[in-house]
């Protein structure tokens, strides 16, 4: 499967315990998206890298929340002292910018639910 | 920022029939439009998208419209079959550059085609 992948699927954790998804894009894919998803609702940004450059967060984005890309290949998100706000989808895409444009490529999600 | 608006929020069809989705958006800047299906506890999939510099895009029986004078744009399927059933997903976001080209959202569309 040469797609986006994200491990773990499924995380269940209870309030307060760190938690940490790992997502490997698309290969030679040089930017990387994390986005979080809320049961019926829409994706909404959250980062994304430039290879191995942080170059945006959303306002979403609290100081519990810190995502890294040390190689500019995989990348990890991290939630400390999570909060049952927290429940929801988290989705990494992927996308090689060509010329103009680019598409950008979703993986299977990460669904974590805090108790 | 960009601000998507997307409508109806479920449709419910006859196999056969025509099925339209559509939404609009704020930021004059966005330049590009795609249209992900995502089936329940499956990750979003791109199935169209279309750029500024053209009106309208067609991949058999899935349709793109776009007018950018008054910011919506449309998808449009025909010949709907039960498989088509899942959640549709609008987005836009500004021509990439290195400021960032992260997807705004809509809502999502529920299709039910019913046999």
């Known amino acids: 499967d040469t797609g986006v992948s994200q491990d773990p699927r499924h995380k269940i954790t209870k309030r307060g315990q760190n938690v940490t998804f790992r997502c490997d894009p698309i290969s030679e894919h040089n930017r990387l998206y994390w986005y979080r998803q809320t049961l019926g609702q829409g994706p909404e940004f959250l980062t994304y890298f430039q290879n191995e450059a942080q170059l945006e967060k959303s306002r979403l984005l609290s100081d519990r929340f810190s995502a890294e890309r040390p190689k500019g290949s995989f990348s990890t998100l991290e939630i400390q002292r999570t909060e049952q706000g927290d429940s929801a989808m988290y989705l990494c895409?992927?996308?090689?910018?060509?010329?103009?444009?680019?598409?950008?490529?979703f993986g299977p999600g990460t669904r974590l639910l805090v108790l | 920022g960009e601000n998507v608006e997307q409508h109806p929020s479920t449709l419910s069809v006859q196999e056969g029939d025509s099925a339209v989705i559509k939404c609009t958006y704020s930021d004059s800047a966005s330049n590009y439009f795609p249209w992900y299906k995502q089936e329940l506890g499956k990750r979003p999939q791109l199935i169209i998208d279309?750029?500024?510099?053209?009106g309208e895009k067609k991949d058999q029986r899935i349709a793109v419209t776009l007018n950018k004078t008054a910011k919506h744009f449309s998808l449009h399927i025909t010949e709907t079959q039960p498989e088509d059933s899942a959640v549709y997903f609008c987005?836009?976001?500004?021509?990439?550059?290195?400021?960032?080209?992260?997807?705004?959202f809509g809502g999502g569309t529920r299709l039910m085609v019913k046999p």
């Open positions: 895409a992927s996308s090689l910018v060509r010329g103009a444009w680019e598409t950008q490529y």
């Open positions: 987005a836009a976001s500004p021509k990439p550059n290195n400021a960032g080209n992260m997807l705004t």
């Open positions: 279309i750029r500024s510099n053209v």
